[in-house]
């Protein structure tokens, strides 16, 4: 793991059936990030990218999914792309909203009948 990115992938471990998976602190772009999952199922992982989405609140950070997988084993991928400025705030807020979540469930998010 990169130096610079370190407190990010820290701060992302701490969220209970997360599991990064690969992070660089610099790309071309001038931006860093993480690749992660979450849960066991695409929709486990798409509930906590909205939440996450909805709860990040730093300049700087972008937060991105990839689905992947046949229909067999679906996946989704999802990514925080950080602009460098951003490194430090991001972890910070990531460990404060880790600690206020109590279980790996509470999303704030509602399932539709559909299940989107």
Known sequence: MDEGIAPVVVALNQFPRLYTTQSCEGRDDGTAFVWFR??????????????????????????????????????LRLELRIAHRAIDDL??????????????????????????
């Not at 979450?38 to 929709?43: F, M, R």
């Not at 609140?57 to 689905?67: F, H, K, M, S």
């Not at 972890?91 to 989107?116: M, P, Q, W, Y």
Request: hydrophobic share 35%.
């Open 38 to 75: 979450y849960g066991e199922t695409v929709h486990e992982a798409a509930d906590f990218l909205v939440w996450l989405s909805r709860n990040i609140t730093v300049p700087g950070v972008r937060v991105l999914a990839e689905w992947g997988g046949g229909a067999e084993v679906p996946t």
């Open 91 to 116: 972890a910070g807020r990531l460990r404060e909203l880790s600690a206020d979540r109590t279980s790996a469930c509470s999303c704030d998010t509602e399932r539709t009948e559909s299940g989107s």
